[in-house]
Nanobody, 127 residues
Framework: QVQLVESGGGLVQGGGSLRLSCAASGRTFSTYVIAWFRQAPGKEREFVAAITRSGGNTYYPDSVKGRFTISRDNAKNTVYLQMNSLKPEDTAVYYC????????????????????WGQGTQVTVSS
């Protein structure tokens, strides 16, 4: 089992940047696929980014592609989400999620594919 703790959220002006961190407990961090999701008030939780165990592959929806970058440092048990050119519509609580089980042909974007979740960190982008 892994515990996830997000940090780095805050208030930023539109066009600005933030870097979120997701710190994980445990010695087997490199065996987990990690993703970021977000949830705005009154909306469903949505996929933001995902990264494979080795960091060799990353996934993004069109809404953040080219602006957000996910990366990981397995030696530090940490995944990062660099968010640039932020927009007011990026305002949400951002959650880190993880899974260790193998899924044949995963979507990488479905909430149900992830078994462990952090408590979330608030990101607010002002116009």
């Amino acid at each position: 089992q892994v515990q996830l703790v997000e940090s780095g959220g805050g208030l930023v002006q539109g066009g600005g940047s933030l870097r979120l961190s997701c710190a994980a407990s445990g010695r087997t961090f490199s065996t987990y696929v990690i993703a970021w999701f977000r949830q705005a008030p009154g909306k469903e939780r949505e996929f933001v980014a995902a990264i494979t165990r080795s960091g060799g592959n990353t996934y993004y929806p069109d809404s953040v592609k080219g602006r957000f970058t996910i990366s990981r440092d397995n030696a530090k048990n940490t995944v990062y989400l660099q968010m640039n050119s932020l927009k007011p519509e990026d305002t949400a609580v951002y959650y880190c999620a993880a899974r260790s089980r193998v899924i044949i042909k995963p979507t990488m974007t479905a909430l149900g594919e992830y078994d462990y979740w952090g408590q979330g960190t608030q990101v607010t982008v002002s116009s």
